[in-house]
């Protein structure tokens, strides 16, 4: 089992409509987790992090977090064609220490349709 | 400059060479990571460096890659008798180092080994 799953996709949207992006994770200990947005050949650049239970809301942005499912979703309102890219989760896990490294899944391609 | 630096930005190199690949973080960073990724592939850990704790080297895939980090700043990665496999992309990223700090990436070092 991989430590961080995500769907490969590609997940297509039309214009205006919500993309639902989903990232289950197997250490139940893990603390923090993050979404990333990465263009084609560009580097990731974080969208929004969330660590609590419960939804986390940043402009367009939704984040959800489940610890006893250990699933966390980006949910992505009034898409736009500028958002298609590859979202990337990823997972911090539980601390050792103060050593702690960040897990990527292998991304979710969005593609947002006119 | 006040981003993730890394240099070179693009490397070939014929099978069997050694290569180096440099990072200078964001100023005040406390954690540096290495991140490896193939073409159409997540982002694979290679390494994670915390202020003066011992790195978790877990990610390195052989023990023809080692990274050091000088004076809690710069970082080099350093491939030994490069292999076809390793052409990727190689990225670093930096951060504050508490378990919410997002990551901040680099531009990257795209490697191809002829």
């Known amino acids: 089992q991989k430590e961080v799953e995500q769907n490969s996709g590609p997940l297509s949207v039309p214009e205006g409509a919500i993309a639902s992006l989903n990232c289950t994770y197997s250490d139940r200990g893990s603390q923090s987790f993050f979404w990333y947005r990465q263009y084609s050949g560009k580097s990731p650049e974080l969208i929004m992090f969330?660590?609590?239970?419960g939804d986390k809301e940043d402009g367009r942005f939704t984040a959800q977090l489940n610890k006893a499912s250990q699933y966390v979703s980006l949910l992505i309102r009034d898409s736009q064609p500028s958002d298609s890219a590859t979202y990337l989760c990823a997972v911090k896990g539980r601390n050792t220490g103060t050593a702690s490294k960040l897990t990527f899944g292998t991304g979710t391609r969005l593609q947002v349709t006119l | 400059g006040a981003g993730v630096s890394q240099s070179p930005s693009n490397k070939v190199t014929e099978k069997g060479k050694d290569v180096e690949l440099r990072c200078d973080p964001i100023?005040?960073?406390?954690?540096l990571y290495w991140y490896r990724q193939s073409l159409g592939q997540g982002l694979e850990f290679l390494i994670y460096f915390q202020g003066n704790s011992a790195p978790d080297k877990s990610g390195l895939p052989s023990d023809r890659f080692s990274a050091e980090r000088t004076g809690g700043s710069v970082s080099t990665l350093t491939i030994q008798r490069t292999q076809q496999e390793d052409s990727a992309v190689y990225l670093c990223?930096?951060?504050?180092?508490?378990?919410?700090?997002?990551?901040?990436f680099g531009n990257g070092t795209r490697l191809t080994v002829t």
């Open positions: 100023s005040g960073h406390t954690a």
């Open positions: 969330i660590y609590s239970n």
């Open positions: 990223a930096s951060s504050l180092g508490g378990g919410n700090s997002p990551l901040h």
